[in-house]
């Protein structure tokens, strides 16, 4: 990806652009640099409202398909992909209390030590 549609991608991650366009990305992270000068990458929360100054690090950014696809229809690049949103039978809620049975049976890192 060439530098100007790399400057676009960051500007919809960060917040929306003049056409009111976002990107929602499933996890974002950002460069820092600290006292001595050595860059590292700090872990922002999805949705998070980015000042225009960060720097997003493309390596560990994850972008959806389905938000990359949305993003590449906005500024008309052609990729060759197609998305079809899947039909859920379930509610949110139903979908939400299975999550949250799913999260209480992940062991801890403590009961994995040896």
């Not at 366009?21 to 922002?44: A, P, V």
């Not at 379930?90 to 209480?104: M, V």
């Amino acid at each position: 990806m060439n530098d100007h549609y790399i400057d676009l991608l960051s500007d919809c991650i960060k917040g929306t652009n003049q056409d009111d366009f976002k990107l929602h990305t499933l996890e974002l992270w950002c460069s820092n640099n600290d006292e001595f000068g050595d860059r590292y990458s700090k872990r922002y929360d999805n949705g998070t409202y980015l000042k225009q100054s960060a720097v997003i690090d493309y390596e560990l950014t994850v972008i959806s398909k389905r938000e990359l696809l949305r993003w590449c229809e906005y500024e008309g690049i052609n990729t060759g992909l197609h998305y079809e949103a899947r039909a859920f039978e379930d509610s949110i809620e139903a979908l939400s209390l299975e999550n949250e049975k799913l999260k209480a049976n992940i062991p801890t890192r403590a009961t994995n030590c040896y």
